[in-house]
């Protein structure tokens, strides 16, 4: 079974700072995905990044990166230049593959962006 | 490209009733979950088919719910009879296949009195 934890539960930053989301997750498989996926204030949840776990290179995409360690079972997850749009519930995510293939979501990390 | 289709959005009904969820995922996705949502916490899933064989229901409470998914596209999730304890949002999402991301559609918030 899966386990992930997201340990900060709320954070509050102002418009154009910089913030890190932490997710640790647990698995006993060596071949597995991750994913972040954003719940915005309508609760629609909408899909961000995607990880192999064979790969560790970490990426930028705009205003987003994310930070994956395999050895520490972490995927940190940043927001740059924060926007009050960005305001939502974000979820850590992995899952295996094949017949087992189930995302397991986290509790959430509600971020506020101040104006 | 249209999303994943859920309706209704809202539903509000009595204990011991049924209701019925229906969900019209991506055109092309073979990959349908449903997962429940609790108020505070992320979404849990309840059932995933490919194409029209639901691989996984073990998280399915079949005492009171089921779901079907003919001919591999359009899905329908059901409780009967509804409890208090069913009040949540109703997530369909899909995929490619259980590699891929998932496109979560609207969700139906249910809320049983």
């Known amino acids: 079974a899966q386990k992930v934890t997201q340990a900060q539960t709320e954070i509050s930053v102002v418009e154009k700072e910089d913030v890190t989301l932490d997710c640790v997750y647990e698995?006993?498989?060596?071949?597995?995905?991750l994913f972040w996926y954003k719940q915005p204030p309508s609760g629609e949840l909408v899909f961000l990044i995607r990880?192999?776990?064979?790969?560790?290179q970490n990426e930028i995409s705009g205003r987003y990166s994310w930070n994956f360690q395999k050895s520490t079972s972490s995927f940190n997850f940043t927001i740059t230049a924060s926007q009050v749009v960005d305001s939502a519930v974000y979820f850590c995510?992995?899952?295996?593959?094949?017949?087992?293939?189930?995302?397991?979501f986290g509790k959430g990390i509600t971020l506020s962006v101040r104006p | 490209e249209a999303g994943v289709v859920q309706s209704p959005r809202y539903k509000i009904i009595e204990k011991k009733q049924p209701v019925a969820f229906w969900c019209n995922p991506i055109?092309?996705?073979?990959?349908l979950y449903w997962y429940r949502q609790n108020l505070g916490q992320g979404p849990e899933l309840l059932i995933r088919?490919?194409?029209?064989?639901?691989?996984?229901d073990s998280q399915l409470p079949k005492d009171r719910f089921s779901a079907e998914r003919l001919k591999g596209v359009d899905s329908t999730l059901k409780i009967q009879p509804a409890e208090l304890g069913d009040s949540a949002v109703y997530l369909c999402?899909?995929?490619?296949?259980?590699?891929?991301?998932?496109?979560f559609g609207p969700g139906t918030r249910l809320t049983v009195t």
């Open positions: 999402a899909s995929s490619q296949d259980e590699a891929y991301e998932q496109y």
């Open positions: 698995t006993r498989d060596t071949t597995y995905y």
């Open positions: 990880r192999n776990s064979f790969d560790e």
């Open positions: 995510a992995p899952t295996l593959t094949g017949a087992n293939s189930k995302l397991t």
């Open positions: 055109s092309g996705h073979n990959t």
């Open positions: 088919y490919e194409n029209e064989e639901a691989v996984d």
